[in-house]
T-cell receptor, first 114, second 116 residues
Framework: DAGVIQSPRHEVTEMGQEVTLRCKPI?????LFWYRQTMMRGLELLIY????????DSGMPEDRFSAKMPNASFSTLKIQPSEPRDSAVYFC????????????FGPGTRLTVL | AQTVTQSQPEMSVQEAETVTLSCTYD???????LFWYKQPPSRQMILVIR??????QNATENRFSVNFQKAAKSFSLKISDSQLGDAAMYFC?????????????FGKGTHLIIQP
């Protein structure tokens, strides 16, 4: 299996631009998670999906952030408009249905907003 | 809400020695899961070891073992025979037993340095 795939690996954009991060979970996994990692706040859960349905988006920082999962093999995290404080590494992870199952992380997308 | 605390921002150990990384957590739940993740400079998150709260026996994976003290809400990671490849950030993480709270709550991490 190819593991969790994220694209792009690096993204540099200017303040005010729209940014879309993409994730392909491991085939057969029914949970998908988006995390953000910053020096100040560490790793934070933004949102997670179960069977393509958003379950908990309480970690999404503000309305500029939105996430979708149109099918079992694809999810997006969009920031519109982007701001310099959104600069971070964004991870996608997937897992199987039971809570004790490991979350498999993608390689992350390093986002820089100038 | 659950919180996870790692009180050691950085640790240093000589190659082949043993090092212990500390983690404490706060929860009102009785059933949950605890994890240690490793993040090398490549930034890939790698699961090191997992502990189910209902199990009294401490988890072990080769050179990695945990000391799980449920009453004290403590979950330390011991790395024996440290190797240069163990150098990384280590994150302690908590996950609820029950659906609806399946995301991981992470500590701030410990940067582990291995001295050759």
């Amino acid at each position: 299996d190819a593991g969790v795939i994220q694209s792009p690996r690096h993204e540099v954009t200017e303040m005010g631009q729209e940014v879309t991060l993409r994730c392909k979970p491991i085939s057969g996994h029914d949970y998908l998670f988006w995390y953000r990692q910053t020096m100040m706040r560490g790793l934070e859960l933004l949102i997670y999906f179960n069977n393509n349905v958003p379950i908990d988006d309480s970690g999404m920082p503000e309305d500029r952030f939105s996430a979708k999962m149109p099918n079992a093999s694809f999810s997006t995290l969009k920031i519109q408009p982007s701001e310099p404080r959104d600069s971070a590494v964004y991870f996608c992870a997937s897992s199987l249905w039971t809570s004790n199952n490991e979350q498999f992380f993608g390689p992350g997308t390093r986002l820089t907003v100038l | 809400a659950q919180t996870v605390t790692q009180s050691q921002p950085e640790m240093s150990v000589q190659e082949a020695e043993t090092v212990t990384l500390s983690c404490t957590y706060d929860t009102s739940e009785s059933d949950y899961y605890l994890f240690w993740y490793k993040q090398p400079p490549s930034r890939q998150m790698i699961l090191v070891i997992r502990q189910e709260a209902y199990k009294q026996q401490n988890a072990t994976e080769n050179r990695f073992s945990v000391n799980f003290q449920k009453a004290a809400k403590s979950f330390s990671l011991k790395i024996s025979d440290s190797q240069l490849g163990d150098a990384a950030m280590y994150f302690c993480a908590y996950r609820s037993q029950w659906g609806g709270a399946d995301g991981l709550t992470f500590g701030k991490g410990t940067h582990l340095i291995i001295q050759p």
